[in-house]
T-cell receptor, first 113, second 114 residues
């Protein structure tokens, strides 16, 4: 079962920041927070991940609360192409092993012109 | 560089037939994953490979499903005696511990069982 809770849907005006929340109150100390998105009819796409520090890359920023029980994915200037289902996933990262992703239902983000 | 590729992109088959789905991971990626996504549903984990070994087969829905990987590269997912409930998009992903184990997905194979 997914260890995360996300709102089922959100709208965002084009050009504005999209802030997608995720609750993971049972996260363990060695579990990372990963974000993927799935644009219609495509495979999931990696966005960003973090452990406890805030992270930023060319796609998004990830803000993790100090107690690590929740996080927010920020798309700073949403475009119509950002319309997708966004998945927040907690995952143990083991150096010499790999762990399958457990997808919840995600948040369907609709960017509106 | 080349991403994960899957073939065929679409497959229509009759109930009871066997199908083989192929995944070509990113070169050098040691881990390979298969997921299934039914229409309007989330992704379900099926199986993963570390090298050519499959440590976790718990997600395979029945003994009609099997998978193999050779040369730490190509993987084949086989569904025997297909049923209509097997209709779904089958997605493959690969990862490398050198890339923080981020999983990169292919475009999927859309399977329709009539």
């Amino acid at each position: 079962d997914a260890k995360t809770t996300q709102p089922p849907s959100m709208d965002c005006a084009e050009g504005r920041a999209a802030n997608l929340p995720c609750n993971h109150s049972t996260i363990s100390g060695n579990e990372y927070v990963y974000w993927y998105r799935q644009i219609h009819s495509q495979g999931p796409q990696y966005i960003i991940h973090g452990l406890k520090n805030n992270e930023t890359n060319e796609m998004a920023s990830l803000i993790i609360t100090e107690d690590r029980k929740s996080s927010t994915l920020i798309l700073p200037h949403a475009t119509l192409r950002d319309t997708a289902v966004y998945y927040c996933i907690v995952l143990i990262s083991i150096q010499w092993g790999n762990t399958p992703l457990v997808f919840g239902k995600g948040t369907r983000l609709s960017v509106i012109a | 560089g080349a991403g994960v590729s899957q073939s065929p992109s679409n497959k229509v088959t009759e109930k009871g037939k066997d199908v083989e789905l192929r995944c070509d991971p990113i070169s050098g990626h040691t881990a390979l994953y298969w997921y299934r996504q039914r229409l309007g549903q989330g992704l379900e984990f099926l199986i993963y490979f570390q090298g050519n070994s499959a440590p976790d087969k718990s997600g395979l829905p029945s003994d009609r499903f099997s998978a193999e990987r050779t040369g730490e590269s190509v993987s084949t997912l086989t569904i025997q005696r297909t049923q209509q409930e097997d209709s779904a998009v089958y997605l493959c992903a690969s990862s490398s511990y050198l890339a923080s184990e981020t999983q990169y997905f292919g475009p999927g194979t859309r399977l329709l069982v009539l």
